[in-house]
């Protein structure tokens, strides 16, 4: 059944199209990776989803219930909203709050959920992202891996139906990209729906199901991932891989 | 400095101080509590752009920034009464100083607010958080924390500038002084020495500004 469709997304900023018409559909337990050259209007795709940004034209389903993203209204918003999970690219924890703070915060001050509750949840996600040790740490005394896995943790707590990222591992050292990966190659196992925009190819091949291919705001190939990579189908798609692959060699 | 001098000194000293504690502390304490709401509520306003309110809030600080405090003072005081708004000194100078103060510090507050990263905004959006709940909880706390140092120094300024309210009858630490003046005729020395209370009434706001930088970065990391 599908968690999640978008049909038909359009968004413009001042005069140049950065979607063109995408359409999306991701079902229960899908790791959708989508891949794409800078530029290509993955993150602005994956905000509009999320109503971080407002869509010129588009329509959305979520949960079965269909909405048009120009007129959605903050309820609606709040409602979807509070089954979705994001990771952004630079963490984005609260800068004030704890590494426990930043997962209990959503549920005791949006769901109203009391503290002793709150924290035992937001204990068992921190130890699920392997951060048992550091309940609390400020972000400014965590490692760009271990922000991340933090913000993983707290979108967790979430229970979402589905979450998105963008580029989760693109601001981490090298050596802290494994420690990330693990985390969503874990969750991707216990059946977790996410929508990943990523670089890494590997991450695409081996964790995700299935692999969209985006540029200049239009999905180029959409497909199985092991076909995706074993036979791309679209000269574009084949350049961008071949492109990605020789950066991966040097 | 011979004797007499020096008596004069010594029994002036607790005379001013105790103005010092009576009068200048209360004025800056009040007028400060008072600048900061209002700061907060006008930044915010600007900071969340609500129309009407924003142009509403820009006047305010125009009027304010570009006429001196003295002058604010004096039409509040004494110009007030012309058409029938008598208050009392002490009174007067909170409102004044309070509006004053609001106005440079609403500034100082709008800086600190904006340099809030707008992806803490959004993480909040993300956890269902509203609007009010992001700014009370996140993003506030954080502009405060940037604007500790330059509100700390407003606050040190505003010391200093309650002297002002002596234009207008306050019997605070300078009037005073200058009362005694009047009586011992010896301006040198007691100019510098009620100068010398508002330096010990500075050094220490500026050790506790130290202090409490101290305990955020302990409390929050390090940037
Ligand atoms: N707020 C904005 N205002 C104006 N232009 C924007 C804005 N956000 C994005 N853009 C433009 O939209 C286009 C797509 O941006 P987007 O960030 O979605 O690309 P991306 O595929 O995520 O790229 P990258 O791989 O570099 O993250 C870019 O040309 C970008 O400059
Ligand atoms: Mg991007």
Known sequence: MAVLSVNNIHKTFEDTPVLKGVDLEINQGDVVAILGPSGSGKTTLLRIINFLEKADQGELTFDGTTYDLKTISKKDIARIRSKTGFVFQNFNLFKNKTALENVTEGLIVARKMDKQEAEKIGKEMLDKVGMSDRYDYFPSKLSGGQQQRVAIARALAQSPEIIYFDEPTSALDPELIGEVLNVMRDLAKEGMTMLVVTHEISFAHNVSNKVIFMEDGVIVEEGESHEFFANPKQDRTREFLRLIEARHDN | ?223
């Open chain 2, 1 to 223: 400095m011979d004797a007499r001098v020096w008596g004069i000194l010594l029994d002036s000293f607790w005379k001013i101080l105790i103005k010092g504690i009576q009068v200048t502390i209360p004025l800056t304490v009040l007028s400060f509590f008072f600048a900061m709401i209002i700061a907060l509520v006008t930044a915010m306003i600007q900071y969340a752009n609500v129309p009407i309110l924003k142009q509403i809030v820009r006047f305010y600080i125009w009027i304010i920034r570009g006429t001196p405090l003295l002058v604010q003072l004096l039409v509040v005081y004494f110009g007030l009464p012309n058409i029938g708004v008598r208050l009392e000194a002490f009174p007067a100078a909170v409102i004044v100083f309070s509006i004053n103060e609001g106005a440079y510090c609403s500034e100082t507050m709008r800086a600190a607010l904006e340099a809030v990263p707008v992806g803490q905004v959004e993480a909040g959006y993300c956890v269902g958080m509203n609007y009010l709940q992001i700014m009370w909880r996140i993003v506030i706390p954080q502009a405060l924390r940037t604007a500790f140092p330059p509100l700390s120094n407003s606050l040190i300024g505003m010391v200093k500038d309650t002297s002002l309210a002596s234009n207008i009858t306050v019997a605070e630490m300078l009037m005073q002084t200058q009362r005694i003046i009047a009586r011992v005729y010896e301006p040198m020395a007691l100019y510098l020495e009620v100068a010398l209370i508002y330096l010990v009434f500075s050094t220490i706001l500026t050790w506790l500004q130290r202090y409490g930088e101290k305990k955020l970065n302990a409390y929050e990391g390090s940037k």
